[in-house]
C-alpha cells in the first residue's frame, strides 16, 4: 500500500500523528517531504523507480528543492523547483530573481526514475545546511523517511 493511501484510508487521526514527524503537519502528511525554516523534513526518503516525491513549503521562509547536477546518477534527469535545466542555471535565476522559490503552501514535484542517490539543497538556505536526499531503490517497497 503506498503511504499517501494508507494516510487516506486510516483518515486524519493519522495526520495527527504524524504532524511533528514530516514538516510542520500543516498538510496532514499529505506530501512526502516539507519545509522547516531552514531544513528539508524529512532530510532523507528512499522512494522506489517511478515515484513522485512531493515538496511542500510548509513554513514561512520561501525555499527551492535544487539537486546537485554533478551528483545525481548520469542517466538520471536534473531536477529543481523552477524546472531549470542545470544547477547553474537554477543558482543564476535564483541570484537574479528569486525564481524558483517555492513560497507558503506551494509545492514541487518530480519522478524519479533511475536508480541512485540525489542529493539537493535549497539555494538561500544551503550554507546553512538545508540540504537532503533522495535514494532511489528496488528494495523500498512504500516510500519510507528518515530524519
Not at 17 to 39: E, F, R
Not at 131 to 140: C, I, L, M, Q, S
Request: with cysteine.
Amino acid at each position: 500500500m503506498e503511504r499517501r493511501d494508507f494516510l487516506r484510508a486510516v483518515g486524519p487521526a493519522a495526520g495527527i500523528g504524524l504532524a511533528g514527524c514530516i514538516g510542520n503537519g500543516t498538510a496532514g502528511g499529505d506530501y512526502d517531504v516539507g519545509m522547516s525554516a531552514k531544513a528539508f523534513r524529512p532530510t532523507r526518503i528512499e522512494v522506489r523507480p517511478g515515484t513522485t516525491v512531493r515538496w511542500l513549503n510548509t513554513s514561512k521562509q520561501g525555499h527551492t528543492v535544487t539537486a546537485y547536477g554533478e551528483q545525481i546518477p548520469d542517466e538520471a534527469e536534473f531536477f529543481a523547483s523552477g524546472d531549470f535545466d542545470s544547477e547553474q542555471a537554477a543558482r543564476d535565476a535564483w541570484g537574479n530573481a528569486t525564481e524558483g522559490t517555492l513560497f507558503e503552501g506551494q509545492e514541487y514535484t518530480h519522478t524519479f526514475e533511475v536508480l541512485g542517490t540525489y542529493p539537493y539543497f535549497c539555494i538561500p538556505h544551503e550554507r546553512g545546511g538545508m540540504v537532503g536526499t533522495v535514494v532511489v531503490t528496488e528494495d523500498a517497497a512504500t516510500p519510507t523517511a528518515s530524519e
